[in-house]
């Protein structure tokens, strides 16, 4: 071997595969992004809630008070700062701000994965996966890009930061910063408290006390805030019928995020008690319900492993948003209606999955996991590409101003906010 090519071999191995990796995950969630947003990412759009509640009246807030806006009795942070930075510019670029805003935001737990990955054992294969799954599982449509939803992608990153290893360093105080961030962003992040506390009391050590401390804390807030305000139902159901918090479980937790838009739907139906109380549909919803236990048993056998955390988290993600989702709970009996409350946990199953699947070095079981994850990815095709329809908002925005509209169309079609350009509103609380 000549000097030459000798140099060359070390300065290529200076570049390490994990960067090397890593630039290449951050390539794929761009291209999956683009996919996902490509009717919308150039004008932007609002959602929902987004424009017709916080837009309306964090707009007629002074200064920087939208940032304690209170939306159904409790504080969605990010939500609020989202918004607010979007009053700031000509209400024609505003939903540019919240889409492009939001959807940095929602990085964050996934860059938490891309760049952690080895710390939880899971390979570059494996997380090109998580990163595919993040924008095409059935719930994502309706969470990705917008602010409302952005208390589930922090649900998300604390999640992410309970199973991890303990940190330490500098990597401690910005794990710090973002579970408080999780804990503010709303409710369901601070609703994984048991485990950070399980966590702490487990590893015996000073940090995990502390991100107990974080979480603590905002849950206390949040509380209060909802105590302050009346403990409002806001349209929730206060008791779940057992069998519909199971079959909601079965549905949108296990079978969805697993076979697909396309498929899940076939699926679901086949197995719904609640309109088919027929002796092969309790034999489908049993077995679904096996093998789900069968891969809990699979995976506590190894006794206290990240995959094993990533279920619990999952599974108690899924639980708490059945148990607080808003309105008849029979519709999350399906795989469209109400996904959004299952995105965390449905990631966090998958990253289970993902991490209790045997490293195989055999060539005939190694090709069998292969044939899986790309059978898998095949029938993801059709979510990566999925969204929910609206209007395009310049022509929205130029309709409502030449007709001198007090409302403008926003997405999902059918809502509607009050025209920025048509007066000041009066702020709701």
């Given at each position: 071997?000549?000097?030459?090519?000798?140099?060359?071999?070390?300065?290529?191995?200076?570049?390490?595969?994990?960067?090397?990796?890593?630039?290449?995950?951050?390539?794929?969630?761009?291209?999956?992004?683009?996919?996902?947003?490509?009717?919308?990412?150039?004008?932007?759009?609002?959602?929902?809630?987004?424009?017709?509640?916080?837009?309306?009246?964090?707009?007629?807030?002074?200064?920087?008070?939208?940032?304690?806006?209170?939306?159904?009795?409790?504080?969605?942070?990010?939500?609020?700062?989202?918004?607010?930075?979007?009053?700031?510019?000509?209400?024609?670029?505003?939903?540019?701000?919240?889409?492009?805003?939001?959807?940095?935001?929602?990085?964050?737990?996934?860059?938490?994965?891309?760049?952690?990955?080895?710390?939880?054992?899971?390979?570059?294969?494996?997380?090109?996966?998580?990163?595919?799954?993040?924008?095409?599982?059935?719930?994502?449509?309706?969470?990705?890009?917008?602010?409302?939803?952005?208390?589930?992608?922090?649900?998300?990153?604390?999640?992410?930061?309970?199973?991890?290893?303990?940190?330490?360093?500098?990597?401690?105080?910005?794990?710090?910063?973002?579970?408080?961030?999780?804990?503010?962003?709303?409710?369901?992040?601070?609703?994984?408290?048991?485990?950070?506390?399980?966590?702490?009391?487990?590893?015996?050590?000073?940090?995990?006390?502390?991100?107990?401390?974080?979480?603590?804390?905002?849950?206390?807030?949040?509380?209060?805030?909802?105590?302050?305000?009346?403990?409002?139902?806001?349209?929730?159901?206060?008791?779940?019928?057992?069998?519909?918090?199971?079959?909601?479980?079965?549905?949108?937790?296990?079978?969805?995020?697993?076979?697909?838009?396309?498929?899940?739907?076939?699926?679901?139906?086949?197995?719904?008690?609640?309109?088919?109380?027929?002796?092969?549909?309790?034999?489908?919803?049993?077995?679904?319900?096996?093998?789900?236990?069968?891969?809990?048993?699979?995976?506590?056998?190894?006794?206290?492993t990240t995959s094993a955390w990533c279920l619990g988290v999952a599974l108690l993600l899924a639980v708490f948003c059945v148990l607080?989702?808003?309105?008849?709970?029979?519709?999350?009996?399906?795989?469209?209606?109400?996904?959004?409350?299952?995105?965390?946990?449905?990631?966090?199953?998958?990253?289970?999955?993902?991490?209790?699947?045997?490293?195989?070095?055999?060539?005939?079981?190694?090709?069998?996991?292969?044939?899986?994850?790309?059978?898998?990815?095949?029938?993801?095709?059709?979510?990566?590409?999925?969204?929910?329809?609206?209007?395009?908002?310049?022509?929205?925005?130029?309709?409502?101003?030449?007709?001198?509209?007090?409302?403008?169309?926003?997405?999902?079609?059918?809502?509607?906010?009050?025209?920025?350009?048509?007066?000041?509103?009066?702020?709701?609380?």
């Open positions: 071997m000549t000097t030459r090519q000798t140099i060359g071999n070390v300065l290529r191995r200076s570049v390490s595969t994990p960067a090397r990796e890593s630039a290449v995950l951050w390539v794929a969630v761009l291209l999956c992004s683009f996919v996902k947003m490509r009717a919308y990412w150039q004008h932007g759009r609002f959602w929902a809630e987004e424009g017709r509640d916080f837009f309306v009246d964090i707009a007629a807030r002074d200064g920087g008070h939208g940032l304690l806006y209170v939306f159904n009795g409790h504080l969605e942070f990010m939500t609020n700062l989202v918004v607010l930075c979007s009053t700031l510019v000509d209400p024609q670029r505003a939903p540019l701000v919240t889409t492009w805003f939001s959807w940095l935001l929602q990085l964050l737990p996934i860059g938490l994965l891309i760049h952690g990955r080895r710390q939880v054992g899971l390979s570059f294969g494996r997380a090109l996966l998580f990163v595919l799954a993040a924008a095409a599982i059935p719930q994502s449509p309706e969470v990705w890009a917008n602010s409302i939803n952005l208390h589930f992608h922090f649900a998300l990153l604390a999640g992410l930061i309970a199973v991890l290893p303990s940190p330490s360093g500098a990597q401690a105080r910005l794990f710090r910063v973002l579970l408080l961030g999780a804990g503010l962003s709303g409710i369901p992040a601070n609703s994984l408290l048991p485990v950070f506390v399980a966590r702490a009391v487990r590893a015996r050590l000073r940090e995990r006390w502390i991100q107990v401390g974080i979480l603590a804390a905002t849950s206390a807030l949040q509380l209060g805030l909802l105590v302050q305000h009346g403990l409002t139902a806001e349209g929730r159901d206060v008791v779940t019928d057992p069998l519909v918090l199971w079959l909601a479980l079965l549905a949108q937790h296990v079978v969805s995020p697993l076979l697909g838009i396309k498929l899940a739907g076939h699926a679901i139906l086949r197995f719904n008690l609640l309109v088919n109380d027929s002796p092969a549909s309790w034999a489908l919803a049993l077995a679904v319900s096996a093998a789900y236990v069968s891969l809990w048993v699979l995976v506590v056998k190894r006794r206290w607080t989702s808003l309105g008849n709970r029979v519709v999350l009996v399906s795989a469209e209606t109400g996904g959004r409350y299952f995105y965390a946990s449905n990631l966090l199953l998958l990253l289970g999955v993902l991490l209790a699947i045997p490293k195989v070095t055999a060539p005939a079981p190694r090709r069998t996991w292969r044939a899986v994850f790309v059978l898998w990815a095949l029938l993801s095709w059709h979510g990566l590409r999925n969204y929910i329809d609206g209007p395009a908002w310049p022509e929205a925005w130029r309709q409502a101003r030449s007709a001198g509209a007090g409302q403008i169309a926003i997405w999902p079609r059918g809502w509607t906010m009050a025209n920025p350009g048509a007066g000041d509103p009066e702020p709701r609380n």
